[in-house]
């Protein structure tokens, strides 16, 4: 029996089903029964269904539990079953069916134009950098910002802060600008279009945060269907996902104030990075909710190893 047939013999079912706790069971069987990919803001079923679930019936996750033995509608059942079966069928992630996504605890509106956040920087926001930065910055700068969510979060963890975020894309930046004007960040953060530090000129910034794309090309190949309903631009970057990483990392020193520091996702790339730069004093950076491949340099380290990259 196929997947899709498997679909629908639950979807026969489901009239049966009468409340909220009801379709939450059944959404996780069905997730799990479909052997669908998580990574995309969940890591598991029960989550995957929550988001799902919550969005239908418009409640939080704690409402979810609280109104559990409620009754629900024929057309929230109706809604529920088409988001599975665009979750199953078509492998699209969870976050695109509902429009939103959750970074740092900040909602960030979602679609196919920008990837679904979910880096583990959004830890190191929640605890303000500490220890790598001792002063709040003034000015930061968050590049390839895709969704804008490092620079809104930047920017509410640093109140005082002034943020420039930048991407190639003009399609993520439409995206980034809602949702700056949705968190009322329009007079501290600047969405703006840049080839890397193109745009920038010869500003300088306390603190440069950035999650570039990194995939190599024998991981782009095997990704799970999923990740071929993001952008390939936000996710490619030569054979071995680092073409973008090593500019970054030559023009960082002209970006960035005396004390300033670069934060740099590289993800699975990261083997390929301690690889090539075996001398670089990389500070690969550790996150207790999970995720790996993220690194700190200081300036005066950019300088003395520059040439190197």
């Known amino acids: 029996m196929t997947k899709t047939a498997d679909l629908a013999v639950y979807q026969q079912d489901m009239s049966k089903l009468q409340s909220i706790f009801d379709l939450w069971r059944f959404s996780v ?5 479909a052997d669908v990919y998580f990574g995309h803001g969940t890591d598991n079923a029960v989550s995957e269904a929550q ?7 418009h409640l939080d996750f704690n409402q979810l539990q609280q109104f559990g033995a409620a009754q629900v509608l024929d057309s929230e059942r109706q809604q529920l079953q088409q988001l599975l079966q665009q979750r199953i069928e078509q492998r699209v992630p969870a976050a695109y069916l ?23 920087i959004a830890e190191l926001i929640a605890a303000k950098f500490a220890p790598y930065v001792s002063q709040p910055p003034q000015r930061i700068l968050d590049l390839c ?13 640093f109140p005082e802060a002034e943020v420039d ?19 009322g960040l329009g007079d501290r953060v600047v969405p703006m279009w840049s080839d890397l530090y193109s745009a920038v000129g010869g500003m300088r910034y306390d603190l440069i945060v950035t999650n570039p794309p990194y995939v190599d090309a024998q991981d782009m190949a095997d990704l799970p269907d999923e990740f071929h309903h993001e952008p390939e631009l936000g996710l490619a970057a030569g054979d071995d996902g680092l073409d973008l990483v090593r500019s970054i990392l030559r023009e960082a020193p002209e970006h960035l104030t005396e004390q300033g520091i670069l934060i740099c996702e590289v993800g699975n790339s990261m083997l390929a990075m301690q690889q090539e730069f075996a001398d670089v004093p990389f500070t690969w950076l550790q996150f207790s909710q999970g995720g790996d491949g993220v690194f700190m340099l200081s300036r005066a380290d950019l300088l003395t190893y520059q040439p190197r990259f």
Do not use: K, Y
């Open 51 to 57: 988001l799902l679930l919550a969005h239908v019936c």
């Open 98 to 120: 509902t429009g939103t996504a959750w970074f740092n605890g900040i909602p960030i509106m979602v679609d196919e134009r920008v990837l679904v956040p979910r880096s583990p």
């Open 145 to 157: 910002t895709g969704s804008g969510c490092i620079a809104i979060a930047c920017a509410l963890a």
């Open 165 to 183: 975020a930048l991407d190639i894309s003009n399609d993520a930046l439409e995206v980034a600008e809602a949702n700056i004007l949705a968190h």
């Open 29 to 33: 069987s069905a997730l799990q029964q």
